[in-house]
């Protein structure tokens, strides 16, 4: 049963929710031009993306583009016995911020949305590029969150955990394979689903400040759909050796510190209130750590 501190599960719904948690191991992926996003049939629509990004950029100047992985659903494995540890292959293909925020972030997003129970389905005309979070739970059992500062593009003053995405140009993703190359496409999909494990320290690592050596090897619990922009986000749970009070002084170095004002460390029994001012991705992604076996 959820916990009084429970975040409010009106903002999110969660596409995956990995109870035990899986290892680099037990997670794959499908890098393949059938995720990529489908244009919309309105042409007018179409065009609002690049409407609503040029808009973006003039309000921000610190806005550019990139590539991301978008992601397109999820199969399991099926288990040969007993013995076999489950496992989940993440469907992904291509997008970028700029159709993120023409689409996903448009004011008239839900435009973009199909009619069907199948979530790939309805967001088949949408960039939904999948982010990434990271619960991350001190020596002294805390857990880190970060207030973001004003001039980020999404919730500037909410609460949220470290994250951000992984990124296709870390591994020199700028396309898709041509198809006289997709025999090369195994390891491809090997490097992506390393990217996913290594992107995840890497925002930790960079928005707070500890060393990569004081982080535990992160297990994927899951993942959460904002339904406000249907976002979806990646978590993985984290664990470091450090005292919060140690994580604190460190954090004032942190080399992406400028896209937060703040770092708080708190129970779980004292979260509840955050949880009011932060977005149903990140909402969605406290679930999933408290649903953790």
């Given at each position: 049963?959820?916990?009084?501190?429970?975040?409010?599960?009106?903002?999110?719904?969660?596409?995956?929710?990995?109870?035990?948690?899986?290892?680099?191991?037990?997670?794959?992926?499908?890098?393949?031009?059938?995720?990529?996003?489908?244009?919309?049939?309105?042409?007018?629509?179409?065009?609002?993306?690049?409407?609503?990004?040029?808009?973006?950029?003039?309000?921000?100047?610190?806005?550019?583009?990139?590539?991301?992985?978008?992601?397109?659903?999820?199969?399991?494995?099926?288990?040969?016995?007993?013995?076999?540890?489950?496992?989940?292959?993440?469907?992904?293909?291509?997008?970028?911020?700029?159709?993120?925020?023409?689409?996903?972030?448009?004011?008239?997003?839900?435009?973009?949305?199909?009619?069907?129970?199948?979530?790939?389905?309805?967001?088949?005309?949408?960039?939904?590029?999948?982010?990434?979070?990271?619960?991350?739970?001190?020596?002294?059992?805390?857990?880190?969150?970060?207030?973001?500062?004003?001039?980020?593009?999404?919730?500037?003053?909410?609460?949220?955990?470290?994250?951000?995405?992984?990124?296709?140009?870390?591994?020199?993703?700028?396309?898709?394979?041509?198809?006289?190359?997709?025999?090369?496409?195994?390891?491809?999909?090997?490097?992506?689903?390393?990217?996913?494990?290594?992107?995840?320290?890497?925002?930790?690592?960079?928005?707070?400040?500890?060393?990569?050596?004081?982080?535990?090897?992160?297990?994927?619990?899951?993942?959460?759909?904002?339904?406000?922009?249907?976002?979806?986000?990646?978590?993985?749970?984290?664990?470091?050796?450090?005292?919060?009070?140690?994580?604190?002084?460190?954090?004032?170095?942190?080399?992406?510190?400028?896209?937060?004002?703040?770092?708080?460390?708190?129970?779980?029994?004292?979260?509840g209130p955050f949880t009011r001012r932060m977005p149903g991705c990140h909402q969605g992604g406290l679930r999933l750590y408290e649903l953790m076996e």
């Amino acid at each position: 049963m959820p916990s009084p501190s429970s975040p409010d599960s009106s903002t999110y719904s969660l596409l995956l929710s990995c109870l035990s948690g899986l290892s680099r191991s037990q997670v794959s992926v499908d890098l393949n031009p059938l995720y990529d996003r489908v244009q919309h049939p309105n042409v007018k629509l179409e065009e609002s993306i690049e409407e609503i990004w040029d808009k973006r950029k003039q309000d921000n100047s610190s806005l550019y583009n990139g590539l991301k992985f978008r992601h397109a659903g999820y199969s399991l494995k099926q288990l040969d016995g007993p013995s076999q540890a489950p496992s989940v292959c993440l469907h992904l293909g291509l997008t970028d911020y700029r159709t993120f925020v023409g689409t996903n972030l448009n004011p008239l997003w839900m435009n973009f949305l199909v009619t069907s129970e199948d979530d790939n389905v309805r967001c088949q005309h949408t960039s939904n590029p999948l982010g990434n979070g990271a619960i991350v739970e001190t020596a002294d059992k805390k857990i880190l969150l970060l207030q973001r500062s004003a001039n980020v593009g999404e919730f500037p003053g909410y609460f949220v955990f470290p994250g951000g995405h992984s990124e296709p140009r870390e591994i020199g993703i700028l396309s898709h394979l041509p198809e006289n190359a997709r025999s090369d496409l195994e390891d491809l999909n090997g490097k992506v689903c390393k990217e996913m494990f290594d992107g995840i320290i890497r925002e930790v690592v960079e928005e707070i400040g500890v060393l990569p050596t004081s982080l535990s090897v992160p297990i994927f619990i899951g993942i959460s759909q904002r339904l406000e922009n249907v976002r979806p986000t990646a978590f993985f749970f984290l664990r470091c050796d450090m005292q919060s009070n140690e994580i604190h002084d460190v954090y004032c170095h942190a080399q992406d510190g400028f896209e937060s004002t703040q770092l708080y460390s708190v129970s779980k029994e004292e979260i509840g209130p955050f949880t009011r001012r932060m977005p149903g991705c990140h909402q969605g992604g406290l679930r999933l750590y408290e649903l953790m076996e």
